[in-house]
């Protein structure tokens, strides 16, 4: 048995750490490689889902920057010139999410979480059904 195989389901934390100076240490033969290959995935995941997430913020505030300024406020423009900003780091930083916004269904996706965000912010139910 590896050392301390089981910490991965008790503190992941801890087995990160442990993996880590395995792999430092040149042990490879002790590491959890399947946890390994796991962990890895899951952290393409996370990478797409934020900003999967920040696209749809993005679209939301967008939609919401279309309201008569009396009723939406001037922070719509801050707030989607960040959004743009932390979309844009993002991409610079793992560039292979650029290859969802050519994805329809990705798209589709992001598109519905989008409305249903600035219609539950906005009272609003007048918004496009796909995007334009």
Same mark, same amino acid.
């Given at each position: 048995?590896?050392?301390? @195989? *089981?910490?991965?389901?008790?503190? %992941?934390?801890?087995?990160?750490?442990?993996?880590? =100076?395995?792999? =430092?240490?040149?042990?490879?033969?002790?590491?959890?490689?399947?946890?390994?290959?796991?962990?890895?995935?899951?952290? #393409?995941?996370?990478?797409?889902?934020?900003?999967?997430?920040?696209?749809?913020?993005? +679209?939301?505030?967008?939609?919401?920057?279309?309201?008569?300024?009396?009723?939406?406020?001037? +922070?719509?423009? %801050?707030?989607?010139?960040? @959004? =743009?900003?932390?979309?844009?780091?993002?991409?610079?930083?793992?560039? $292979?999410?650029?290859? $969802?916004? *050519?994805?329809?269904?990705?798209?589709? #996706? +992001?598109? /519905?979480?989008? +409305? $249903?965000?600035?219609? @539950?912010?906005? #009272?609003?139910?007048?918004?496009?059904?796909? /995007?334009?």
């Amino acid at each position: 048995m590896r050392a301390n @195989q *089981n910490s991965y389901d008790n503190d %992941v934390i801890a087995w990160a750490n442990e993996q880590a =100076r395995l792999l =430092r240490a040149g042990r490879f033969d002790a590491l959890d490689i399947e946890h390994i290959a796991d962990e890895i995935e899951d952290v #393409g995941k996370s990478e797409q889902r934020e900003f999967d997430r920040r696209v749809a913020a993005l +679209v939301a505030h967008l939609f919401k920057w279309q309201i008569p300024p009396e009723q939406s406020g001037k +922070v719509w423009g %801050v707030i989607i010139g960040y @959004q =743009r900003d932390a979309i844009a780091r993002r991409l610079k930083r793992t560039p $292979s999410l650029k290859a $969802s916004l *050519n994805d329809r269904e990705w798209l589709a #996706g +992001v598109w /519905c979480d989008a +409305v $249903s965000q600035a219609a @539950q912010e906005t #009272g609003l139910g007048d918004f496009p059904e796909s /995007c334009p």
